[in-house]
């Protein structure tokens, strides 16, 4: 069975910075992907970052781009989210998601398996 546990959320001041974690259990995905998602209230879940296992190349939405970086670490099936200079606009749930093959997408549809999300509130 596989699960995906996320932690790290929290209220942090517009500026700030906080991590993101996504322990991944049942699956390795050492030759999928892992990527992570946000819902913010009354919008649609979008495309925050994604990083395939087995080359570690990374892929960001535009939005995020500089400010966040994923990384993820083989040794326990681990993906991170560092999260720098948060905008009030960045304030949603986020969630972690893997797939089982190798092929990177921003669409929430293409993910096999979700964790239960974490909030994550940046105050202005």
């Known amino acids: 069975q596989v699960q995906l546990v996320e932690s790290g959320g929290g209220l942090v001041q517009a500026g700030g910075s906080l991590r993101l974690s996504c322990a991944a259990s049942?699956?390795?995905?050492?030759?999928?992907?892992l990527g992570w998602f946000r819902q913010a209230p009354g919008k649609e879940r979008e495309f925050v970052a994604a990083i395939r296992s087995s080359d570690g190349n990374t892929y960001y939405a535009d939005s995020v781009k500089g400010r966040f970086t994923i990384s993820r670490d083989n040794t326990d099936a681990t993906v991170y989210l560092q999260m720098n200079s948060l905008k009030p606009e960045d304030t949603a749930v986020y969630y972690c998601?893997?797939?089982?093959?190798?092929?990177?997408?921003?669409?929430?549809?293409?993910?096999?398996?979700w964790g239960q999300g974490t909030q994550v509130t940046v105050s202005s």
């Open positions: 049942g699956h390795t995905f050492s030759s999928g992907s």
């Open positions: 998601a893997a797939r089982t093959y190798n092929t990177i997408y921003r669409l929430p549809e293409k993910y096999d398996y």
